[in-house]
């Protein structure tokens, strides 16, 4: 099943079953949001959450692209990806958690073709603020499948304020063909993580405490990606069709590891992907975290044997990236940005280079040198140890 059709199988399940199809919105959060990018498909949605009535109705489905900048240690492995886009489903105050569950049991069986046996969930245990999800343990055992009863870390918030609730996640087993299921999520990481449902019944205040929803919904989200390389029987999602330009041009242009390649290709389609919401590469806000990406990448290039540069990258890849997102910037704009920060870069490292060759900085850096070298001369910390590892 490649990307389109899935996307297709998971908004028409949810149609049929009345929800509106809303049209996914951009990486940048409404500007009363205080976050720098759009991190889950249901930020956007969080005033209906909260009891706002919403213009399309009580029940919606859509897909969203997201970026997170909390795992970047993580990319370059298998699962872990700066952009990605989320299904998401919701209920505003219509049906109750136990409905999403066994629907969502149900188009992972029936819609997708997951045999059971290869499912296991993971319910709310309880916490000193709100008891465990019995109702949650209930449905699933009814259904037929394991449970494993977790801590608090089945408990979803989008910050330390807002919307929240208990939350039930399903995983699929992704290990080696032939090997049949073992452990649990908690004990075997062969369990990914696929689709995790939340019962939004509190709003937590920045005090901490929790005060029940007037309107008590439902939040899911499922990562495209991660339900793609499931289908098509991948333990990566950079093995995928949405990854396939990419692992299949990258390493021809660069002489690269597996995770560096990974990162090169998830770092580049990130940036084209910010620049095409419109952010331009700048020292601070979204167009830091946009100039970090890049950086990021040109420092993996820099470390390799290769002497092309982002100049040798098909407008193909860009053109792919764009026209997935559905995004309308010019792909010589996007070019153009990526090329110039390229050179900018090439002239700080420069500087740093000469900087670090003089005679007091023949030493182990202290904390005061690498605050001093960022603040008086733009030299990031990664990029200077970068230089003092290679000299």
């Known amino acids: 099943m490649d990307t389109d059709r899935t996307v297709r199988t998971f908004n028409d399940f949810f149609r049929e079953r009345g929800h509106r199809l809303i049209s996914g919105s951009t990486l940048l959060p409404s500007p009363s949001d205080p976050v720098l990018f759009t991190t889950a498909g249901m930020q956007p949605l969080t005033p209906y959450l909260l009891g706002r009535p919403h213009p399309q109705g009580r029940r919606l489905v859509n897909l969203q692209r997201c970026l997170r900048t ?12 700066t952009v990605f886009q989320m299904l998401g489903s919701w209920s505003l105050g219509d049906y109750d958690h136990a409905q999403s569950l066994r629907w969502g049991y ?4 029936e819609g997708f073709g997951i045999p059971r046996e290869r499912l296991y969930v993971t319910v709310f245990g309880g916490s000193d603020q709100a008891g465990p999800d019995t109702d949650s343990l209930r449905v699933w055992e009814d259904l037929g499948l394991p449970v494993e009863r977790a801590g608090e870390e089945n408990w979803w918030s989008n910050g330390p304020a807002g919307p929240c609730g208990p939350d039930s996640e399903i995983f699929v087993w992704t290990g080696e063909a032939g090997t049949p299921p073992q452990g649990s999520p908690g004990t075997d990481p062969r369990w990914t993580e696929l689709w995790n449902h939340v019962h939004m019944r509190y709003e937590r205040h920045p005090d901490g405490t929790l005060v029940p929803l007037r309107q008590p919904g439902v939040d899911t989200g499922m990562g495209l990606e991660r339900l793609v390389a499931v289908l098509q029987g991948h333990r990566s999602v950079y093995d995928t069709d949405l990854f396939e330009p990419w692992m299949r041009t990258v390493p021809s242009l660069w002489e690269l ?3 560096s390649t990974r990162l090169v290709s998830d ?3 990130s940036g084209i992907v910010v620049l095409g919401d419109g952010v331009r590469p700048s020292n601070t806000g979204r167009g830091y975290v946009l100039r970090r990406l890049i950086r990021r990448l040109l420092t993996t290039l820099g470390s390799g044997d290769s002497p092309r540069t982002l100049a040798d990258l ?5 053109e792919h990236t764009l026209d997935h997102f559905r995004q309308s910037a010019g792909p010589d704009l996007v ?6 920060e390229e050179r900018r870069f090439g002239r700080l490292l420069e500087r740093g280079s000469r900087l670090l060759s003089r005679p007091e900085y023949q030493r182990p850096l202290s904390e005061e040198d690498y605050s001093y070298l960022h603040d008086t001369y733009g030299l990031p910390r990664d990029l200077v140890a970068g230089l003092l590892a290679a000299r």
Do not use: A, Q, S
Request: negative net charge; hydrophobic residues 35%; charged residues 35%.
């Open 267 to 269: 770092h580049l389609r």
């Open 314 to 318: 098909p407008p193909e890849l860009i």
């Open 106 to 109: 149900e188009l992972l069986r």
């Open 335 to 340: 070019r153009e940005v990526l090329l110039d």
């Open 70 to 81: 909390t795992d970047l240690d993580e990319i370059g492995d298998t699962t872990h990806l």
């Open 257 to 259: 590891d597996g995770p």
